[in-house]
């Protein structure tokens, strides 16, 4: 473990003492995470060390962020990008049937899905053009098996826009309609998420701050006719409702990324998509009516 943390130490910028003591014992700790994820491998230490310090280089806290990474599955993608054999064969036990299946659920027909996992395993383990592996931008945070579900269904999305000549079961056809299959596939599969996190986080939202929503949004309030109501002017009411939104957004945000075991840079990617197609709606207690939040 010491030549591990030496080995990332020396990649590090020079910092005081101090910080070089806390980072050095978090270092550890995390080595002890990956060794005893992984026992039956040998990973590449030297490449893991290298991958966090440039992860963590210019962190205001870098001790805070590498206590959220998942290091265990990021030490994992590292192995795989270094086409490390006994990795390698942890991908095709471990991850590759699930990677199958994720393209078969999006409805395309078996030589679609063939092509699609290959484009798939080029894309991550091998790269293209002489570019980086695909699997070099996984994040760290979060599941890297979620990670994954992302990274094959929009490759599989890309070769149906590309105009692959095989045919796709009715699964896909029935979405096929739309201008954008990825954004619809996605739509589709986070609506329920989205929405669950939406209720709960208007619920915890101050009674004051949900009233003011439900009149702006659902009851269709000018600014200036709330400005009135609450004896301020129309700006400044504007400016409130703007901070509850924002905010709600944010919760809302972050309780996607627990409940989809997603890094926040992937629910992020996720969260724009949907909320193009589906916005955030005002929910009316009682009445279960829902208005569009975005206008």
Not at 48 to 76: C, K, S, T
């Amino acid at each position: 473990m010491d030549g591990f943390v030496e080995r990332f130490l020396a990649r590090w910028r020079a910092r005081s003492a101090n910080e070089d003591e806390r980072l050095g014992a978090a270092i550890g700790q995390a080595h002890q995470r990956v060794v005893a994820a992984w026992p039956s491998l040998t990973l590449p230490l030297d490449a893991i060390a290298d991958d966090l310090a440039a992860r963590l280089d210019g962190e205001d806290d870098p001790v805070a962020v590498l206590r959220e990474l998942n290091v265990e599955e990021l030490a994992l993608a590292v192995a795989w990008a270094q086409k490390d054999p006994a990795a390698l064969a942890v991908f095709e036990s471990h991850y590759a049937a699930d990677l199958r299946h994720t393209i078969e659920h999006l409805g395309f027909d078996r030589t679609t899905a063939d092509e699609a996992e290959q484009n798939v395993r080029e894309m991550l383990f091998v790269g293209r053009e002489g570019g980086r592996p695909g699997i070099s931008g996984f994040g760290g945070f979060g599941r890297l098996r979620g990670w994954l579900r992302v990274v094959a269904s929009r490759a599989a999305f890309r070769l149906a826009r590309d105009g692959s000549p095989a045919k796709t079961q009715p699964a896909l056809e029935a979405i096929a309609g739309d201008d954008d299959f990825e954004l619809s596939y996605l739509k589709r599969t986070y609506a329920r998420a989205f929405e669950s996190a939406f209720r709960d986080e208007l619920a915890r939202l101050p009674a004051s701050d949900r009233l003011l929503l439900k009149q702006r949004f659902q009851h269709g309030m000018t600014v200036t006719e709330l400005g009135r109501l609450y004896g301020v002017h129309a700006s400044t009411i504007s400016r409130r409702v703007t901070d509850v939104h924002a905010a709600l957004v944010s919760h809302i945000r972050r309780s996607m990324t627990e409940r989809l075991g997603l890094g926040a840079g992937e629910v992020s990617s996720i969260f724009r998509m949907i909320q193009s197609q589906i916005a955030i709606s005002l929910i009316s207690e009682g009445e279960g009516h829902a208005r569009n939040l975005s206008g």
